[in-house]
């Protein structure tokens, strides 16, 4: 069965869209067929894939407002096993353009019910924000949600009213939603609240959290530019080998076997 996962956290800058595609990279390299959307119109991890969103022939905003069908817009990435339902700037005014349409929580739940077969993993990267786009993403999140969490104070008190969203769209939209994992990520050992931050977050929730403590790295910054993965663009860094580490960490928890 396809494993569907949201990334989402309503605060910027911490490490979400990094994580959706650098694990996705690893679980392609693993043997798993991915595909990543891209639901965040700021489209950043289409530009991190190598794909310019301007220039992109269709996007999400097609597949959401057009109803054109989802597999007409993929596009494969440098990635061997990975895909990409692309952004683009449009997606902006997209969530506006949602509110009159009917079922408007399940336009991204129908439009994967038909491409999820050809895939084993599919990965949402969700906008900092709580609207619809990421409400869509969370009511076809069937395996959960994953949340990067940075390691500094400010990242934590977003928590509460993520939570509450959890909740409501358990109770109206899917019933199966959950927040499957926690990933502390831009990690700096030299500060004390780094480690503070972990011991907090892996107190109030020790079953969701990974393991894997995704470092504070320049080639994790430097490879979007690039237009690759870190598994590309810097295979032997920190940040590359953690993330590594993540994917073999999910990978078991899905109780799946890797050959070595």
Known sequence: ????????NQKGGVGKTTTAVNLGAYLAAAGRHVLIVDADPQANATSSLGVTPSEATASL?????????????IAPTMEPGLDLV???????????EMVPM????HLLYRALEEAAAGYDSILIDCPPSLGLLTVNALTVARDGLIVPIQCEY????GLGRLWHTVQLVRENLNPQLVISGMVLTMFDPRTNLA????NEVRRHFPEQTFNTVIPRSVRLSEAPSYGQT??????ASTGAVAYAALAEELLAREGVCLSK
């Open 61 to 73: 905003y097609d597949v959401l407002i057009g109803h054109v069908p989802l597999a007409e817009v």
């Open 1 to 8: 069965m396809t494993r569907i996962y949201a990334f989402a």
């Open 154 to 157: 400010l990242a934590l008190e």
């Open 230 to 235: 870190i598994r590309s663009y810097a295979p």
């Open 195 to 198: 480690a503070q931050i972990v």
């Open 102 to 105: 009917l079922a408007r929580e």
């Open 86 to 96: 692309p952004s683009a700037p449009a997606l902006a005014g997209a969530e506006i």
